[in-house]
């Protein structure tokens, strides 16, 4: 592990920490001539991680934060290209490459395995940050700007284009989103976060470049810079680049940007907004939220006082304001903003109900308040705060990285306290705090006291209900147009004219062809040659089978029950995402479900079902399915979660109806409000869901269609005979599952194998399983479909897929290489760069052997389509650059060699085990993929991306749609 002493001279160390329980290294060190902090987190792990932050504070909804993150990555002093990051990202093996605005901070990080790939893309970005270029023309395509319908003729209407315009306005069609910024904008009165850092659609054409050009020069200064790494290269490397490439041409600035606290409430305020609902019915529609402002974040106690009281109100059914949330008439289900935020300066606390009345605010306010009240005077059983503690213990201690790297997790947790100015060692190491809580709830009033102090007695508080409002999108379109009317009426010849001039300017520059040869980049040599899957073993104790891998857990231990899918109607097919909830939300062993997710709470970091099916690697019309119960505990709870989880699975109630009630209110409106933000993913699944069985159960299970079908289910339910039908459905599912052949899975650290099998085995080992076992046979199915589904959003997703090919067969691979290069040279210039849109791409997907198209966030259709379309007249016709074929391969086999937590990649490779996907298997692809050639490209897409083989499916507007040609089927969500 890295000395913190071998620091590089124009670095101080300030101090050095081991946290054991991570085992990791963290040190602190200020750079002596500007200020700039950085944070070094010293690991022996490969995956080296890379971090730049700056306060960014916004005094207006324009959106100046979030533009300048954009445009600060489209060229700089050193890099002069057009578009380096995105060309970076096909230039590296990185494994985690983006950028995020915050509400008060934007960062800029990365991560790679590979040092030489680590340090090109470190160079790249802080030239970047430091030394942006700027572009008027690279603010008008990210930001904002105006032109002409048709860009060359004045006499057509104005429109506002912009990526983080579009991006926005999908952002904002999301009822959630407009939750939050309703609410933020009430409890935060004066501070920066009254208002909107990524900025609200309807003020973002008021910025000007010259003022993101001065919030520029004043937030982007390694004065106001926090700088973060994480891994095994040594400290003093990692500085003389910092140093060498940006610092020491800076000097210290004496301005300090900070968040100042907020000026408090004496009384509670209490608001009525509405946010736009495109649709006839509008009941049941209706959100209240409760928001408290506590203390500082950056006070780790109060931060920690603050999540262990939000754990014992919110954390399941058996806490007390969560039970109030769930089984209220006044609405159907708990609003997602239910918990802590301790991001910000200042903590909040948020409560809420959604699928309510707008009537019902006072009554909803009484209620929280009553259930904080009797808390208050009663307090909440022992067991519930130690069970709150034992949660925060075991977040503290595992291991992540699934989503983002390890190394980027522990940076983003610990990087709000950096910006505030606080210890951001001291939020890794949490031990000593939690060891202060342990002392402190022996006391019975700790949690009567915190509820008065925090909530009770807590003036700062705000009532917010966000009512829908059928017509607000159509008043909110006529305002834009009026003030574009506006606008083009004010116009004198020369501006009409500067305008197309501008529009062409910027097409022109988007068709540039760059020298991207001043770019660092890494080629196919730098390719490491092995792919690491952990391997498993298949072991027996006494009659008991399992297979175990011994990974590095840091002391949790992980354990699955897999079953076999049984033969199953369509119907009871459509019940299993129900089923899958149910088994760990109902009660068991006699205990009613408040009391099951008091054990659970008690015993585990988390218990859940699952349903997976796929194609096999050879023909996707022949499909296998599996059930997974699955569950994690500290190793001192193994045999309590071993005990759980058999509990669970053998004696699970399907009789508490009105809970299974909440569970349909509450999955339906979870699908509901995640159309904006996974529109693109449902579009996908809609667009190849005749194209393989295991696709057409996806979007029945996953996709559009299960909302509409969770829909009907939910309103069908009150009729009481109808949910015991449901009821009876369910337990007769569990049944046939009961019925299944079952396997094993045990994660842990080695030394601890023979303690876990047998505590397993001493549980499992008497169940028999019956014989005559049937499993899942679904339908064969191969033809395309042509769909428009409709919601209320002000941004489309398109998709269009193709048949093709199972992963096994020869042309898996170029299929594969082709989405990234077709993303590569072509579809992001079209789509996001010239449409606007925020995101697009393609790809293959050999689990249903299709090939799809996709855009996300799109203020385009037909067009789009006929981008994708346009991407392959472009691949026959253009002559292409072997390297560009080589970004392609990289782009695809860093994906594939991305690293997950030690858990999760042992999970990973189980299940691929399951399906047919060995590690050899797994290992012949990627050696397909370093082999395909430009030839196998124009091959592959000549002989497979056929038009008349071709599904379309979009998700709009009812206005778009009603203009889409008579071929689609319109579908209302």
């Not at 213990?393 to 980027?408: F, H, K, N, T, V």
């Not at 009033?445 to 009532?463: G, K, S, T």
């Not at 499992?764 to 042509?786: C, D, H, M, Y």
Request: aromatic residues 8%; proline residues 4%.
């Amino acid at each position: 592990m890295n000395t913190a002493m071998n620091c590089h001279p124009a670095f101080t160390l300030q101090r050095s920490e081991p946290i054991e329980s991570l085992g990791i290294e963290m040190q602190e060190y200020v750079h002596s001539k500007t200020g700039a902090l950085h944070y070094h987190i010293a690991a022996e792990n490969q995956e080296n991680v890379f971090l730049v932050a700056f306060r960014t504070v916004p005094e207006d909804n324009c959106g100046v934060a979030h533009i300048l993150e954009h445009t600060a990555l489209c060229g700089s002093e050193k890099y002069p290209v057009r578009d380096p990051f995105f060309m970076m990202t096909r230039r590296s093996l990185n494994t985690f490459m983006n950028a995020f605005t915050s509400s008060d901070w934007t960062a800029y990080p990365f991560a790679s395995q590979n040092r030489k790939d680590y340090f090109n893309l470190l160079d790249v970005y802080l030239d970047a940050v430091f030394f942006s270029r700027l572009d008027p023309l690279d603010f008008a395509q990210e930001g904002h700007r105006v032109e002409f319908a048709e860009p060359a003729d004045a006499e057509t209407p104005l429109v506002y284009k912009g990526v983080v315009f579009n991006e926005m306005k999908g952002a904002m069609s999301s009822p959630v989103s407009t939750l939050w910024q309703t609410l933020t904008r009430y409890l935060f009165p004066s501070t920066t976060y009254h208002y909107n850092s990524g900025g609200d659609p309807e003020a973002i054409p008021d910025l000007s470049y010259e003022q993101l050009i001065e919030f520029y020069k004043s937030h982007y200064h390694p004065s106001n810079a926090v700088i973060m790494t994480f891994g095994d290269i040594p400290v003093a490397e990692l500085q003389q680049r910092f140093e060498d490439q940006a610092l020491t041409r800076f000097e210290k600035l004496e301005d300090e940007i900070r968040v100042e606290d907020e000026k408090r409430y004496f009384s509670p305020l209490r608001i009525e907004e509405a946010y736009d609902l495109e649709q006839e019915d509008c009941s049941a529609k209706t959100h209240h939220v409760m928001g408290w402002l506590l203390g500082a974040s950056i006070d780790l106690e109060q931060q920690l006082r603050a999540h262990l009281l939000s754990r014992v109100l919110l954390d399941n059914s058996s806490s007390p304001l969560r039970y109030a949330l769930e089984t209220t008439e006044l609405g159907l289900s708990p609003s997602p903003l239910c918990g802590l935020e301790d991001s910000n300066r200042e903590m909040g606390f948020m409560c809420g109900i959604e699928g309510s009345e707008p009537e019902n605010a006072a009554e909803f306010e009484q209620l929280v308040m009553d259930t904080l009240q009797q808390v208050a005077e009663t307090g909440v059983p022992q067991e519930q705060i130690e069970a709150a503690l034992h949660q925060l213990e075991l977040s503290q201690r595992e291991i992540s990285g699934d989503g983002y790297p390890y190394g980027m997790n522990l940076i983003l947790s610990s990087l709000s306290s950096a910006i505030h100015r606080g210890d951001p060692i001291a939020l890794l190491n949490l031990d000593p705090v939690l060891e202060q809580l342990r002392d402190a709830i022996k006391d019975r009033d700790f949690i009567p006291d915190l509820v008065r102090e925090l909530l009770l007695d807590n003036a700062h508080r705000v009532r917010l209900t966000l009512r829908p409002d059928a017509d607000l999108a159509k008043r909110r379109d006529a305002a834009e147009t009026a003030a574009l009317d506006k606008i083009k009426a004010g116009l004198t010849e020369k501006q009409r004219q500067a305008i197309i001039d501008q529009a062409a300017a910027l097409e022109e520059r988007q068709h540039q062809i760059d020298d991207e040869s001043v770019l660092p980049k890494v080629t196919i040599a730098d390719v490491p040659n092995e792919m690491r899957i952990p391997l498993g073993d298949g072991l027996k104790e006494s009659d008991f089978s399992y297979d175990f891998y011994a990974q590095g857990t840091n002391g949790l231990v992980y354990q699955q029950i897999i079953m076999d899918l049984p033969e199953l109607s369509e119907a009871e097919l459509a019940l299993i995402p129900l089923y899958s909830s149910c088994i760990t939300e109902l009660g068991c062993n006699e205990l009613n479900y408040q009391d099951t997710q008091a054990w659970q709470s008690q015993v585990c970091g988390g218990i859940h079902a699952y349903s997976s099916v796929r194609g096999a690697i050879d023909d996707e019309q022949q499909t296998s399915g599996y059930m997974t119960l699955s569950g994690k505990a500290l190793l001192s709870k193994q045999a309590d979660l071993t005990e759980l989880m058999f509990k669970t699975l053998t004696s699970v109630k399907f009789d508490e109806l009105s809970r299974i009630r909440e569970l349909v209110a509450q999955q339906r409106t979870r699908k509901e409000q995640s159309i904006t933000g996974q529109g693109h993913s449902l579009a996908i699944s809609a667009a190849v869901s005749q194209f393989a069985p295991a696709a057409a159960l996806a979007h029945k299970l996953r996709g559009l269609e299960s909302i509409r079908a969770v829909k009907e289910l939910d309103d069908s339910l009150n009729d009481a005979s109808v949910l015991q039908q449901l009821a009876d459905k369910l337990a007769a599912i569990h049944q046939k599952l009961l019925a299944a052949p079952r396997r094993f899975l045990l994660v842990a650290e080695p030394e601890h194998q023979q303690e876990l099998a047998a505590t397993m085995a001493g549980q499992w080992q008497k169940q028999t399983v019956i014989e005559g076992f049937t499993g899942l046979n679904l339908a064969q199915t191969r033809s395309p479909v042509k769909q428009a589904w409709t919601t209320s959003t002000q941004v489309n997703f398109c998709a269009k897929a193709y048949p093709t090919v199972p992963v096994e067969h020869p042309d898996s691979a170029a299929l594969t290489v082709l989405g990234d290069f077709l993303r590569n040279g072509y579809l992001h210039r079209a789509i996001r760069e010239q449409g606007g849109a925020y995101g697009s791409g393609a790809g293959q997907d050999s689990a249903d052997a299709v090939f799809r198209f996709f855009s996300y966030r799109d203020p385009r259709l037909t067009e789009t389509l006929s981008d994708f379309d346009a991407s392959l007249s472009w691949l026959r016709e253009t002559e292409h650059e072997p390297q560009k074929l080589e970004e392609a391969i990289l782009g695809i086999v860093s994906s594939i060699d991305k690293p997950g937590s030690p858990a999760g990649e042992a999970k990973q490779a189980y299940h691929s085990e399951l399906f047919g996907r060995t590690a050899d298997q797994r290992k012949r692809f990627r050696q397909r993929i370093l082999q395909v050639s430009l030839d196998d490209l124009l091959r592959v897409a000549e002989q497979y991306l056929n038009n008349d083989n071709a599904s379309v499916a979009v998700v709009t507007n009812p206005q778009a749609a009603a203009e889409l040609d008579q071929q689609f089927d319109i579908i209302a969500i």
